[in-house]
């Protein structure tokens, strides 16, 4: 491997490809979704920066896009992992499922809002996150039937209170869904990082995502679960680390000092948030008047395309 720095290490960087962290765990399934990229976005609208690089943005709807939905779970792990670093990991994990095939959430609503409630009476400072995924249907039992079942990262309960835990939730769950009380699980969270990663890479196979139809959400968390910054800021944090994380990885594949790779990163990263996009056609023709700020550039993007009466360009959440 070569050396390199400064500016030439970020082209150097850009013509290795633009491979972010989640692409190195790749498996035939993510492999073709890297190569299909995003099948949700506008068909027809393109971004070019003030540099110009013109891009095809991506759609953001998770329930409609392999991609899109593979992003979102990175993001997703990023947000709970950086939170549970800084201290405030949660100590409970329980994993609640049901014998009803379905895609309709809504069927489960008034369960999981009486379990919450039930909880919160115990244990005041209860907050959660959860993640919703499906069974694969090949089980010998399962008539091929797809079944969804949540995992839930749980705060404000003592580790040593999960099997009271159990006591209090299961049965209020077990009441307002199909579900057998001895198939749920409420066990404490030993590693918290790895239980994170391995949930979360385990959510992005194909065969354990919600199948399509699907149009709930697939990740939600309580208010407080994040502590003082809200949800929209805990992914707006998770996606600026995983930014720098892929320019680290970029840059890693041409240089070999640790202090240059870090270096020239976090240049590429600093251009990347100040830079400029505009609304443009497929040719580069600028579409929009106002430039787009990075971080404003999904819902500046939304509206813009609406004022297009473009419409594949509604997007969805990212």
């Not at 506008?42 to 991506?58: A, F, I, T």
């Not at 839930?152 to 040593?160: E, S, T, Y």
């Not at 023709?285 to 419409?311: G, H, M, N, Y």
Request: proline letters at 4%; aromatic letters at 6%.
């Amino acid at each position: 491997m070569r050396s390199a720095s400064g500016s030439d290490a970020i082209c150097a960087a850009d013509s290795a490809g633009r491979l972010g962290k989640h692409e190195e765990l790749a498996d035939k399934e993510r492999q073709r979704a890297n190569e299909q990229g995003c099948t949700c976005g506008p068909k027809y609208l393109r971004l070019r920066s003030e540099h110009g690089e013109l891009v095809k943005p991506r759609g953001g709807s998770v329930n409609l896009c392999e991609y899109c939905a593979k992003l979102a779970a990175v993001e997703n792990c990023e947000m709970l992992m950086l939170d549970a670093l800084e201290g405030d990991a949660p100590t409970v994990l329980m994993i609640l499922g049901t014998r009803t095939a379905t895609l309709d959430m809504g069927e489960f609503r008034a369960a999981r809002d009486h379990m919450v409630k039930a909880i919160r009476r115990r244990w005041p400072a209860f907050e959660y996150a959860c993640q919703t995924e499906y069974t694969t249907g090949y089980g010998p039992k399962s008539g091929g039937l797809r079944r969804p079942h949540q995992n839930w990262f749980v705060k404000g309960v003592a580790a040593a209170d999960a099997d009271e835990l159990h006591e209090v939730a299961v049965p209020v769950w077990c009441a307002g869904v199909d579900a057998e009380p001895f198939l749920q699980y409420v066990a404490p969270i030993d590693n918290v990082v790895g239980l994170t990663k391995y949930v979360t890479d385990h959510f992005m196979k194909a065969s354990q995502r919600p199948p399509a139809g699907f149009k709930g959400q697939r990740f939600n968390t309580s208010a407080g679960y994040f502590g003082a910054i809200t949800r929209a800021q805990a992914r707006a944090r998770a996606k600026e680390s995983l930014a720098l994380k892929r320019e680290i990885h970029k840059h890693g594949l041409v240089l070999d000092d640790a202090h240059e790779i870090e270096l020239a990163a976090n240049l590429a990263h600093r251009r990347n948030l100040s830079t400029r996009w505009v609304l443009a056609s497929e040719t580069g023709v600028r579409l929009s008047d106002a430039a787009i700020a990075k971080t404003t550039l999904p819902q500046r993007l939304s509206k813009l395309a609406a004022s297009l009466s473009e419409p594949a360009a509604t997007t969805g959440p990212s």
